[in-house]
């Protein structure tokens, strides 16, 4: 019964073709946590057409949780009336009046992580008032879950959001906790989280309180899904969480490097700053369109880790043409060399190509067996190579 509801519903024409390059957008919860509200949604949304986002190719402008606050007599859930007071479909309407999509938060089990009314229970309920409302994505939590088998709501949230009628994007997110990546596709998912949550730092794990772990930062993250390559492709990615790049936690060559490697794992590509007050250097990593470019590489495939010694790495990302995006990676506290060798990144040794500097938007020559380059301390160096 519950095999025949998933192949069902994992088939069906809602839900086919969405999300079939990494979704891009923006989220409240990195900057705003639950300071959310109608003006805030509308200020971001503005900004992403006025910054460039827009056309760089963002789209989701995505309220997190604690927009919502009860239920009604009907069971319908209730929007916090003096944060929207014109209720979620006026934000929804604004937000598409300017070309773009949007998404809104829930979460699987009795509340959501900020203890605000989960979906368990209402999930074809609370579906309807999406589609009503406009929605166009939906990120589902696993916090307060009860003995609910994972597989299962998602699956049960994926054929209520068809029933729906509304194409909505499912991004899956419990933590990478049961492995998504082994069963998220199939369960209707378009993106799953493989990881706690990221944390607007460069490393390491942290407890959120004692007993309670963790929250990570950006290497940590980039190598829980370095091994998770074939599981994604379009319409079904990993998601190494949203990001953290103009948070004010990290240096720029620190955010270069996170933006970077989100960029050849194919993640979804969710910015998590204030897009209102945004540096020109902070732009320029968000709007690097060649860098985009890789993330949203048609043939879909996610990059990997081609090769490692100490702190230093070379990852390589096939692409649809063909060649390949390489980061030269450099984790040490000093400046260095890094080497790309052909065989490496899946080329034969005696092959030239030609090298283009995706962050100095620079054609470098061409090159025969290796290319090297001189990468800072938590830097990359990003190139496509063609031969
Ligand atoms: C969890 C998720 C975060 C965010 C918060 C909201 O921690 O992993 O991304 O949605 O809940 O409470």
């Known amino acids: 019964m519950f095999l025949s509801a998933v192949s069902l519903f994992a088939q069906s024409p809602t839900s086919a073709n969405l999300a079939l ?10 900057k705003f946590a639950c300071n959310v509200s109608e003006t805030l949604i509308k200020q971001a949304a503005d900004a992403m057409v006025k910054s460039g986002m827009k056309d760089a190719g963002y789209q989701y402008i995505v309220i997190d949780d604690c927009w919502q606050v009860r239920r009604d007599s009907l069971g319908d859930i209730v929007a916090d009336p003096q944060r929207f007071p014109g209720g979620i479909k006026a934000v929804a309407d604004y937000v598409h009046s300017l070309g773009l999509k949007f998404g809104i938060y829930s979460d699987a089990g009795l509340k959501t992580c900020a203890g605000r009314p989960g ?27 009860t003995t609910q088998d994972t597989k299962a709501s998602y ?22 906790n049961h492995q998504p990546w082994l069963w998220g596709k199939e369960m209707g998912g378009n993106l799953w989280r493989s990881t706690g949550d990221i944390q607007d730092r460069w490393e390491g794990k942290k407890e959120w309180n004692p007993g309670n772990c963790c929250s990570y930062g950006v290497v940590d993250i980039a190598d829980a899904e370095a091994d998770l390559y074939s599981y994604a492709g379009p319409g079904h990615w990993n998601d190494p969480d949203m990001l953290e790049v103009g948070n004010g936690g990290m240096t720029d060559t620190e955010y270069r490097s996170h933006f970077s490697l989100w960029a050849i794992l194919a993640a979804p590509l969710m910015a998590g700053n204030d897009l209102g007050n945004m540096r020109p250097e902070i732009r320029d990593i968000l709007t690097n369109k060649e860098v985009i470019a890789i993330d949203q590489d048609p043939l879909g495939r996610q990059g990997r880790r081609a090769w490692k010694d100490g702190d230093r790495e070379v990852w390589s990302k096939e692409l649809k043409d063909g060649s390949r995006a390489v980061i030269l990676f450099n984790r040490g506290s000093a400046e260095q060399s890094v080497t790309a060798n052909r065989e490496a990144i899946g080329y034969p040794a005696s092959l030239s190509a030609a090298v283009r500097d995706l962050w100095q938007h620079k054609d470098l020559g061409k090159f025969t067996g290796k290319f090297s380059a001189t990468v800072p301390s938590h830097g990359v160096v990003m190139v496509t190579v063609r031969p």
């Open 119 to 145: 979906g368990l229970g209402h999930e074809y309920q609370d579906a309807l008032k999406y589609a009503e409302w406009g929605v166009d994505y939906l990120k589902y939590d696993w916090c307060n879950t």
């Open 21 to 30: 390059t990494p979704p891009m957008g923006w989220n409240t919860w990195n």
């Open 155 to 176: 699956a049960n949230m994926r054929a209520a959001l068809d029933a729906s009628g509304r194409p909505i994007v499912l991004s899956i997110c419990e933590w990478g």
